[in-house]
């Protein structure tokens, strides 16, 4: 091919990337795009303003009539979709804003996923067409106020008591918690750890939000109360046991965040483009200077980095060879470039970069939340610490 003939370089797809994606995986990502453009991005500066999330329900159900709950779950109402295009919808969803992402990661990911991997028949048929359809909202109980990177020292404990099961403790930083439906809850047995499939309406359930938050500010996120929970013997998961189950779990989670993180980043990256495009100073745009290019062309390089990163993965899992030490690879690299990405459009806006006129530091600051959730920095070092080295470092 000539140089004549060659297409004309994007600084959206400066790579070309998207000439990996088939029709299918295009379709879905401008329909999230789309959805998320008419109804989020108009109200979200003053949702994250007032540290609200509202009409989360109806949202919820309109994600689930996109099929963007459980996407990448086979049957029982899910749609089956590949894991690329799961990861394509998590990069809209988290561009318009992280909490959006984070309600349908918890749902589909966690939730959902937990119940479809480990549950029974019968928890399958009673909850997953529900939740894929946004008709009832999933949470996740795993952290606990003393014990986030380290769920082995969890407290909460599951008792038996006749055939009957009952449950006491605390979870911690729980998205969708108060206006959940079904909880997956996390204990200590005598058995080992075990999950639950809880209907938070059971007595002694209950879910207080946690409020004066500065990141994810329109998500819902509360604290999980389990006061002598009483649940039926067939309330347990059947094919989980041990830690095996809830980190297997956050594996699944932990991939849309490595497409999830970079919507954030894109959307400031544009966000600081245009601006260097048009702000003047000394008599001409700021982009013309060469520190805010070298600013811009790093910016560009890391994320296209990332998203080829992303894709790498996306096929990996889709041909079932997405080994969990390349799970913490990408949200290693992914969270940690995508909010320096944040931090760098920031400088490039001056003093307009922290107005919520602006993206940048509302996705900054979520992104603070993302850079530690589902396994801080120092967890992902260590565990690619341990496969690199052959060495356990962790305690």
């Known amino acids: ?22 029709p299918e995986d295009l379709a879905v990502r401008s329909t999230v795009r789309k959805w998320a453009a008419d109804r989020v991005l108009p109200h979200i500066a003053d949702w994250y303003e007032r540290g609200e999330l509202p009409g989360i329900r109806e949202l919820t159900r309109e994600l689930g009539s ?134 938070t309406d059971t007595p002694g359930f209950s879910a207080p939000e946690i409020k004066h938050k500065w990141s994810l500010r329109a998500s819902v996120t509360s604290e999980l109360i389990l006061d002598e929970v009483r649940l039926p013997a067939d309330a347990v998961l059947p094919e989980a046991t041990g830690l095996r189950g809830p980190l297997s779990c956050l594996s699944h989670a932990r991939y849309g965040i490595i497409w999830g993180a970079l919507g954030a980043a894109r959307s400031s990256f544009a966000s600081a483009l245009e601006y260097a495009r048009s702000r003047e100073q000394f008599g001409r745009p700021i982009g013309g200077f060469q520190l805010t290019q070298a600013k811009l062309a790093d910016m560009a390089v890391e994320l296209h980095k990332g998203v080829l990163l992303a894709h790498h993965l996306g096929r990996r899992m889709d041909a079932g060879r997405l080994r969990p030490e390349q799970v913490s690879f990408g949200k290693l690299n992914n969270v940690r470039e995508a909010i320096e990405i944040c931090r760098t459009a920031r400088t490039i ?47």
Not at 2 to 21: K, M
Not at 80 to 85: E, I, L
Not at 171 to 186: E, H, P
Not at 358 to 366: D, E, F, G
């Open 66 to 199: 996109l099929g963007a709950l459980g996407m990448s779950l086979s049957g029982y109402g899910c749609t089956g979709a590949g894991a690329v295009q799961y990861g394509l919808a998590c990069l809209e969803l988290e561009a318009a804003d992280s909490g959006i992402r984070s309600l349908v990661s918890v749902q589909g990911s966690l939730a959902m996923y937990a119940i479809h991997r480990f549950g029974s028949e019968e928890q399958k048929q009673r909850w997953l067409p529900r939740m894929a359809a946004g008709e009832v909202i999933g949470c996740f109980g795993l952290t606990e106020p003393d014990h986030g990177s380290d769920p082995a020292g969890m407290r909460t404990y599951a008792k038996r008591d006749g055939t009957d099961w009952v449950l006491t403790g605390r979870k911690m930083w729980i998205t969708n918690g108060s206006v959940a439906g079904v909880a997956v809850v996390w204990a200590r047995t005598d058995e080992g750890i075990r999950g639950f499939v809880v209907p």
């Open 349 to 395: 806006l001056g003093a307009n970069g922290i107005s919520l006129e602006y993206p940048v530091m509302r996705h900054a600051t979520n992104l603070e939340s993302v850079l530690t959730y589902e396994g801080t920095v120092e967890m992902h070092q260590l565990v690619l610490g341990k496969a690199l080295t052959g060495l356990d470092a962790f305690r």
């Open 1 to 22: 091919m000539s140089a004549g003939t060659l297409p004309p370089f994007d600084p959206d797809d400066p790579l070309g990337i998207d000439d990996l994606l088939e």
